[in-house]
């Protein structure tokens, strides 16, 4: 059965600093997600990666899997505040079953 | 740009009451799924939907729930009989397949569900 572990589950950052953000999982997967989520809000897809050592960047975000160590990293770049929210990494178990992560509350404070 | 859209964005109900989250996937996609999210935790796969059939289900989703795509645009998910552990936000999700070139997820909005 697939898990997926995050760390850390609460970020407080002040603004410009730099941080990342882990995600591990424990089976073989062809495809991994980050997605943001504001509160009560929906699901903000950030990044899909597809193969090993894929790297996206978009803004202040940049995301990075490593297939063989299973592991993929969400790096943040000179926070601001507008980047506070929570951020998921979901695995793709099989067929679109995502296992999500249990989030990573990121606080950035001025 | 295309979207998958939810109704409705939050429905209160009556414990034991009967409830249908309806969703309208993107139009040329092919798989649909349903995911929950209880309040402050992570985001569950419910099921999974394809030719008018479920493809896989969690252990979540129980004899209470039902999914149907009962015209050509709509899928729904239906709960029986609600429980109060059944209030969560619901997000609807569709995808064209379910290769790697195919198969990116897209999340509706949400259906945010109460139970009294």
């Known amino acids: 059965e697939l898990k997926v572990e995050q760390n850390p589950l609460f970020l407080s950052m002040q603004e410009g600093k730099n941080y990342t953000i882990y995600c591990n999982y424990s089976?073989?997967?062809?495809?991994l997600y980050w997605y943001r989520q504001d509160p009560g809000k929906s699901l903000e897809s950030l990044f899909v990666?597809?193969?090993?050592?894929a790297v996206k960047q978009e803004g202040r975000l940049m995301a990075s899997l490593d297939t063989k160590a299973r592991l993929s990293t969400l790096h943040i770049t000179a926070a601001v505040h507008d980047l506070s929210a929570t951020y998921f990494c979901a695995v793709d178990s099989y067929g679109n079953k995502l296992v999500f992560g249990a989030g990573t509350i990121l606080r950035v404070k001025s | 740009e295309p979207e998958v859209t939810q109704t409705p964005s939050h429905q209160v109900t009556q414990m034991g009451q009967e409830v249908i989250l309806r969703c309208v996937p993107i139009?040329?996609?092919?798989?649909f799924y349903w995911y929950r999210q209880i309040l402050g935790q992570k985001v569950e796969f419910l099921v999974s939907?394809?030719?008018?059939?479920?493809?896989?289900k969690s252990e979540i989703f129980d004899d209470q729930f039902s999914v149907e795509r009962p015209d050509g645009s709509n899928f729904t998910l239906k709960i029986r009989s609600t429980k109060l552990e059944d209030s969560a936000m619901y997000f609807c999700?569709?995808?064209?397949?379910?290769?790697?070139?195919?198969?990116?997820?897209?999340f509706g909005e949400g259906s945010r569900l109460t139970v009294l």
């Open positions: 999700a569709s995808s064209y397949g379910r290769g790697i070139g195919t198969g990116e997820l897209f």
């Open positions: 939907f394809y030719n008018n059939e479920i493809s896989e």
């Open positions: 089976t073989t997967s062809d495809r």
């Open positions: 990666l597809l193969s090993n050592g």
């Open positions: 139009s040329n996609h092919l798989y």
